[in-house]
């Protein structure tokens, strides 16, 4: 009776999925295409995955695809909008800097932080 239960158990455990919020910056091929995978992953193994996209660059919008059926996108801010309307004066040559310099790549990244700081702060009350 006991290694019944303990089996049934043991059964019902290994059987649970779950439900997993991935959030993905739309930014970035690179970083969206992981992502994607990790979502892809995550529901080819059972579990009920949200895909939560807030869009930073539009130009991504229909570059990829996820068998995740649930994704949200959340429109991107004026401001963002506007940031990105100037991006190449921010990413103008942040692949080929020196790197020996790693203080230019920091200043770079603290305006992509911005980015998406302001994405985030502006879209919270959702």
Known sequence: MNLQ???????LKCGTSYK???????????H????????????DAGHDVTLFRPIIESSQLN????????????????KVVEKMNQIDK????????????PSAMIAKSNALVGFFG???????NI
């Open 5 to 11: 239960f303990l089996l049934i158990f043991f059964l």
């Open 63 to 78: 570059k990829s695809s996820v068998k995740t059926k649930k994704v949200i996108y959340i429109q991107p801010d004026e």
């Open 118 to 124: 302001t994405q985030c702060k502006s879209r919270s």
């Open 90 to 101: 921010f990413s103008g040559n942040l692949w080929t800097l020196d790197s020996t310099q």
């Open 20 to 30: 997993i919020l991935v959030y993905s910056n739309l930014y970035g091929h690179s």
């Open 32 to 43: 969206i295409k992981v992502l994607n995978s990790v979502a892809d992953l995550l529901t």
